[in-house]
């Protein structure tokens, strides 16, 4: 298998995974058109184990704005050498009954304590939204 069509089937089962871990929603969910929100984190200073646990414990803090109906606070699992998607440090996955509900976690006090408290942490993230079909 060649390294572009092995990448291409990892990408493609990865998003798998996220959709099978995440169909324990309801239907009437689904039907509301669910949200998964994805953001990738990288560490400004990368080779701190504290700076990277306390991201993790802010994480856990913020999964707990009622609006989340699931989350995952993750690191990537290296298996291959350069695979896709495997240089960032931390990742959240958090899923939204209904696509509004980002909106109102957004505005939350424990989103913006959060930010106030971890936001000096990383150099960079990425953000991925995706609407239930």
Not at 54 to 66: A, N, P
């Amino acid at each position: 298998m060649s390294a572009l069509s092995r990448r291409k089937f990892l990408a493609a089962a990865s998003l798998a995974a996220i959709a099978t871990t995440a169909s324990g929603l309801s239907k009437r969910a689904a039907a509301k058109q669910s949200l998964m929100h994805i953001v990738y984190y990288w560490l400004k200073n990368p080779a701190s184990e504290a700076d990277k646990q306390k991201l993790i414990d802010g994480l856990h803090e913020l999964v707990t704005v009622k609006q989340i109906k699931y989350h995952h606070i993750g690191v990537p699992q290296v298996f291959v050498e350069g695979d896709p998607q495997k240089s960032y440090h931390v990742s959240l996955l958090m899923v939204f009954e209904e696509a509004g509900d980002i909106d109102v976690y957004h505005k939350d006090p424990i989103h913006a304590k959060f930010v106030k408290e971890c936001g000096d942490l990383w150099g960079k993230i990425v953000k991925a939204d995706s609407l239930a079909v």
